[in-house]
């Protein structure tokens, strides 16, 4: 960029390249960022990248599900009214943040820490899969107990599913995956092909 | 925010909480970055926060023109090159990056600090224009000299560039304005390199 030459200081042009290191953020948006941090208070600018650091330093990671956490075990985990019979299974900790955010589910999680992907050179080694099966074979009556494949759609989010349905299937417990069709308040119109397809296939008892 | 109570971690509201003090960041990108930078190897995270530390604690201001810099005098001035004669008044830092980006300004600046906002609680003392109008008294031969006001087309710029008039056009300094090229009431900083720079070639003495 021509513009680099153009930083008047180092210092600013060091942060700008650091701040449009993160996702979506270009070198425009850096430097207003980096400005505007330039004219906060000093004690402002260290509470925003003590809050990062202590972040990056001191979460946890919840011994069960693998969920971000502020301790050794996660709030899910150590909820006792939540059914210990239902484990959803989900790529990130966002996705459990946006399934949390639904109030519709009462179980637990396990989160995978990212999707099979042999392009992205990601593999079942690199995920919490081995995990997973340990907590399914340590149930006690797995006839009882769900899991729950709550990945994506596309390709890798299936592929995933089916290196895991074939993991655990062995233990008895019954797997299910999240219902798929249109999305409430879509136009049949604009759907694809697929997705209207499945809706089809799967459609449930109208229950006005 | 209902999404407040759902998160996880102590750690990841207090980091999703200081990132999304940024302007023009919301909570949700707030959260994207904060488990972007979760992901990263931790020497890259203290390298992010550590060069936003280093730019708010280590930055300096040129004593001449108050640009920022990484010495006591800025680039800028130290440049034997520069048309001395020429002092270009602008509002912020990001105005000097913009002009230098045109390429058709080879005098030296004068950074205001921001700009008199009776609403917004600026007045003139809160401005380097007192620092100003000691470069301007200072000046060995002020009539072959020139102040130009490239200040912001709006009520506010207008009454700075009035204000900063009348205090140096005593000193027999010539004063002028940027051309209107620029739309009333545009932003310096979102107008495009060619309006800009004809903007500078092109400007007008002041005429109040």
Redesign the interface.
Known sequence: M??KE???????S??V???S????VGRR?A????????K?P?EN????????????????YCRHCR????DDV???CSDHTRDRRLICVVE???D??SI??TGQYHGLYHVLGGIISPIGGVGPSDLTIRELVDRVAAMESPAEAEVILALSGDVEGETTSFYIYRQIAGYGVRVSSLARGLGFGDDLEYADELTLGRSIVNRQEFRP
């Open positions: 021509a513009y153009k930083y008047p200081s180092e210092l600013l060091d942060a390249e650091a701040i290191s993160l996702p979506g948006s430097l207003r960022l980096a400005l505007h941090l330039l906060q000093q600018v260290h509470h925003f990248t003590g809050a990062i650091d202590r972040l990056r330093d001191e979460v946890h969920m971000i956490s502020d996660c709030s899910i990130s900790v966002r459990v943040m949390e955010n």
